[in-house]
């Protein structure tokens, strides 16, 4: 069985309490401890100040003469100023870097009921940090009308929050609302999008680090960052404002100027003095898009402005200061750009503690269902217009947007676009496969995709003529697959593989082979 062992501060004044018969008849906190009828203090760590020790001697003789089966170590400890944050809490810190903890045998209680407030605010903070591997005991007087006890009561506090049920189901519904909010309620279903999402809840909850976005242009890192800024400063982690950059806009004193300011007649135009962005996010949080594409110059100054705090104006010699937290975005490799002299080794290194890859809308297939459904609801918000699918608009639409032939270079911000269109020119308010046809037709012409009838002539002929365009366009890319796939079987894995799960439907040889007919084939003249 494990020995009990508590840590505490002498209270001068609660284990003072009086002298001879009166001491006895009063409660004193650390007395008190040890005289718990369920809970055996096997030792107790007693800190307290040389002008203390007379004090702490008379505590000893009185746990010894209320408890046989308790000893008792004074640890005699200096402090100037017992109410001085930084003070108390070296000294405990060192306390408990020294001491010998063995939590194979003794479970360990921190006293925080004696000792100043900054006492127990470093207590709690040591204990929550693990140098502490132990859990908070406080002790409280007796009630009143319970004038015989002296010893009064104690209650144990457990700083592993996940043994409250309640508190901890609270903090998953925040965490699941926080979640959510950096998604904007889209109940997105790619699994490594959804995990990369966690991540960088946490980060942002818990560091001050800076960030690394890295996607195609569309993939919504600007969006990202400015959740972020919102989530912190709900959390009072920020009071600032977020500041947007595009670093591709930059060149020359420009970029000098709009990053870090300057002062007046610093260059040619300069007729007043500017303060710059750096300054602007001050106390906020500062998102540099295309970092990749800033000069070395400006590289080195951010270097120092993130590292310091400061930096000097273009054209001053006196530094200003700029406290902000920054998260970067790029679609270059920079680590490839390091190699090749074109980006600072050192600014990538600080950048690059938290980085995040953001895919592409066609890396993320299943989660342009629910995006649909979002830039429809962003679409009613802005212009107040509802607007719909019909159902077989919608079928049509997803079919072609999850399709080989849907290249989404603009990624999410070209979805909306096309939501936009189709709801604009929707009458009524119902978009029909008209609409998604011209949709279709559109998006293939703005990728250059002039190939998307090579393969359906091939097979069809003349008959190809008869078919939308959208049918071309969804049978190119089926057969595409069948090309690649060795049997029938095998292409129809890769076809049905998301509907075989929902639908439960195991034959994707046969629904394969029924959709080829369709258009009067077979799988011998696909595979032609």
């Known amino acids: 069985m494990k020995k009990t062992v508590a840590i505490g501060f002498l209270g001068t004044q609660l284990d003072y309490g009086g002298k001879g018969s009166a001491r006895r008849e009063k409660w004193r906190p650390t007395v008190g401890l040890c005289q718990q009828e369920d809970l055996i203090v096997h030792r107790l760590e007693l800190l307290h100040d040389a002008r203390a020790r007379g004090l702490a001697e008379r505590i000893v003789a009185d746990i010894a003469a209320v408890s046989l089966e308790t000893e008792v170590r004074r640890v005699e400890i200096e402090l100037r100023d017992p109410w001085d944050f930084e003070e108390v809490y070296t000294t405990l810190h060192d306390f408990a870097r020294a001491?010998?903890?063995?939590?194979?045998?003794?479970?360990?209680?921190?006293?925080?009921t004696t000792g100043t407030h900054v006492a127990q605010?470093?207590?709690?903070?040591?204990?929550?940090?693990?140098?502490?591997?132990?859990?908070?005991?406080?002790?409280?007087?007796?009630?009143?009308?319970?004038?015989?006890?002296?010893?009064?009561?104690?209650?144990?506090?457990?700083?592993?929050?996940?043994?409250?049920?309640?508190i901890a189901q609270r903090f998953q519904r925040e965490q699941s609302d926080n979640l959510s909010f950096l998604k904007s309620g889209i109940a997105t279903r790619n699994a490594a999008f959804n995990t990369m999402i966690e991540q960088i809840e946490k980060v942002a909850g818990r560091s001050k680090a800076p960030m690394l976005l890295v996607g195609p242009t569309g993939a919504g890192k600007s969006f990202l960052a400015r959740r972020?800024?919102?989530?912190?400063?709900?959390?009072?982690?920020?009071?600032?404002?977020?500041?947007?950059?595009?670093?591709?806009?930059?060149?020359?004193?420009?970029?000098?100027?709009?990053?870090?300011?300057?002062?007046?007649?610093?260059?040619?135009?300069?007729q007043s003095e500017r303060p710059g962005l750096l300054r602007a996010a001050d106390g906020g949080l500062l998102f540099l898009d295309e970092i990749g594409e800033?000069?070395?110059?400006?590289?080195?100054?951010?270097?120092?402005?993130?590292?310091?705090?400061?930096?000097?104006?273009?054209?001053?010699?006196?530094?200003?200061?700029?406290?902000?937290?920054?998260?970067?975005?790029?679609?270059?490799?920079?680590?490839?750009?390091?190699?090749?002299?074109?980006?600072?080794?050192?600014?990538?290194?600080?950048?690059n503690l938290w980085t995040f890859d953001l895919p592409g809308l066609?890396?993320?297939?299943?989660?342009?269902?629910?995006?649909?459904?979002?830039?429809?609801?962003?679409?009613?918000?802005?212009?107040?217009?509802?607007?719909?699918?019909?159902?077989?608009?919608?079928?049509?639409?997803?079919?072609?947007?999850?399709?080989?032939?849907?290249?989404?270079?603009?990624?999410?911000?070209?979805l909306g676009a096309s939501v936009t269109r189709m709801a604009t020119l929707a009458e009524a308010g119902r978009i029909t496969e008209t609409q998604v046809v011209d949709e279709v037709a559109r998006l293939l012409r703005s990728w250059g995709c002039q190939s998307v009838q090579d393969e359906v002539d091939r097979v069809l002929g003349e008959a190809a003529a008869g078919l939308d365009l959208f049918d071309r366009a969804q049978l190119n890319a089926v057969l595409a697959v069948c090309r690649e796939a060795g049997s029938l079987s095998e292409a129809g894995r890769k076809l049905f593989a998301v509907s075989r799960k929902e639908k439960k439907v195991a034959n994707d040889a046969d629904r394969l082979r029924k959709y080829l007919a369709r258009f009067e084939l077979e799988w011998t003249q696909v595979k032609q």
Request: net charge negative; charged share 30%; aromatic share 12%.
């Open 294 to 351: 800033l000069g070395l110059d400006e590289q080195a100054m951010l270097l120092k402005a993130i590292e310091e705090k400061r930096f000097f104006p273009f054209g001053s010699d006196r530094e200003v200061e700029s406290d902000f937290q920054l998260i970067a975005g790029t679609h270059r490799d920079l680590r490839q750009w390091v190699a090749e002299g074109r980006f600072r080794e050192d600014l990538f290194a600080r950048i």
């Open 121 to 166: 605010i470093c207590w709690f903070l040591l204990a929550e940090a693990r140098y502490l591997p132990a859990r908070l005991v406080q002790t409280s007087p007796p009630r009143k009308k319970d004038v015989a006890n002296t010893v009064g009561s104690y209650e144990l506090i457990d700083l592993d929050l996940s043994r409250y049920n309640k």
């Open 99 to 112: 001491y010998p903890f063995d939590v194979e045998s003794e479970d360990y209680l921190i006293h925080i």
């Open 362 to 414: 066609a890396q993320r297939p299943e989660d342009i269902e629910p995006n649909l459904e979002y830039e429809l609801e962003n679409f009613a918000r802005e212009h107040g217009q509802l607007a719909r699918f019909n159902v077989e608009a919608r079928r049509r639409y997803l079919a072609f947007a999850v399709s080989s032939e849907a290249a989404w270079r603009g990624n999410f911000r070209e």
């Open 228 to 270: 972020v800024h919102e989530l912190k400063r709900h959390r009072q982690q920020l009071a600032g404002r977020f500041v947007e950059v595009n670093c591709a806009t930059l060149r020359g004193d420009s970029a000098m100027s709009a990053l870090f300011g300057h002062v007046k007649g610093a260059f040619t135009g300069a």
